[in-house]
């Protein structure tokens, strides 16, 4: 994974990740209490970040299809971890959203207990994309689910979103300052990506980089 806009996989590495995104997606769970996960079954990719990051926007651009931001966004789902299978091979997880004011404090107090025990107990989870507003960068509730993140021991990487909202002459400075805040946390790739779900930027650069993981399991397209 590299900051850059798009060159930094290979040929084969874009194709794998468009070819994993083009299978099937589809919604199959929502858990609101960590007593009611689905059973552990494919490998899992999560998706978190503070509420208005774009996380709908991304996974939808990821996966091309409108239908797992609108399964998210349903009321009452939107407290839940929310399962989709792509294909047979990854499943992906739409976590709530974070740190946004308007949100209860209870009902942060509760995102925390689902999300915390989903992460300390998922033996499938792979990697958590943990989705920060371009605009601003890292805020003070990203550097807390990376502390939670770090002490759970889950591999963790930082996608930026939303870089057709920032000037270029801004984007190396903050795709700086994010490697350095990742720089001192034990679980966190050691790279990001600068995506806009608006333009698309970055998004084959993600799944490329998805693919990638999926095949250092052994779980690789053959
Ligand atoms: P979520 O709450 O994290 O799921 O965020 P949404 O995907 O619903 O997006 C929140 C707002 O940001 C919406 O108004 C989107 O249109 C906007 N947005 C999302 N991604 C992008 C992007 O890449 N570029 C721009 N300019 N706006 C975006």
New binding site residues.
Partial sequence: MSAGPSGAFSAEAIEAGRKLFAAPCEFFFAAARSDGLPPVGAPEIAFA??????????I?ALTGRSAL?RV??TPGRTQQLNFFHLGDRLDLVDMP?YGYAAVAKAKSAAWGVLARDYLRGRPSLMRVFV?VDGRHGIKDSDEATMTALDAAAVSYAVVL?????VKVAERNARVEATLEALRKRPAAYPETLF?????GEGVADLRAHIAELLRERGRGAP
């Fill in positions: 970040g503070r509420s208005n990051v774009g996380k709908s926007s991304l939808n931001a998210s966004h959203g989705l979103t939303k870089r057709d909202e995506t806009s779900a608006r333009t």
